[in-house]
């Protein structure tokens, strides 16, 4: 059985993972001790506590048939993990950190505020002894 479907990631769910509260999503039919020792052995981190939120599904209404359908459900699991302990997909790359893809070839990131004092990230590739290719291909037609 697949206990774990997904972690959520808003800004609400970043938040509470700097103070070790990670917020995934779970199977309907999975238990706290399930999903405790679930994240414990996927991502090598020692669990605290768990606490399990129902959400019920939506009533939407379709315009053009003007007919009435439910979305389905989920079951949230907020999970404490132990001090000092972190899990990688909630971590949030620094400004003008490196990171090194699998083909070596490092790549920049840099945050970037819009108008709505909204950060962006924002990719500079910056490869090493990479040439640009300006060449053109030229279609003649008889």
């Keep these: 059985m697949i206990v774990l479907k997904r ?6 769910s970043m938040k509470l993972a700097q ?6 999503e779970v199977s309907k039919k999975a238990t706290k001790p399930v999903v405790a020792k679930e994240i414990s052995a996927r991502f090598n981190v020692k669990v605290l506590k768990v606490r399990i939120i129902n959400i019920a599904g939506k009533v939407k209404t379709q315009r053009r048939v003007k007919k009435t ?10 999970v404490q993990v132990k001090k ?9 790359p620094k400004e003008g950190s490196v990171l090194v893809p699998a083909e070596g ?6 945050e970037k505020k819009d108008i709505l004092r909204r950060t962006k990230v924002k990719i500079e590739k910056t490869a090493i002894e990479v040439k640009p290719t300006t060449q053109r291909k030229v279609i003649t037609g008889k």
Excluded: V
């Excluded at 103070?19 to 995934?24: A, E, P, R």
């Design 84 to 92: 000092g302990d972190k899990i990688a997909f909630f971590e949030t």
């Design 7 to 12: 972690p959520i990631i808003s800004e609400k």
């Design 69 to 78: 359908y439910t979305t389905g459900g989920i079951k949230k699991a907020l």
């Design 105 to 110: 070839e490092p790549i920049k990131l840099k």
């Design 19 to 24: 103070n070790g509260l990670y917020t995934f």
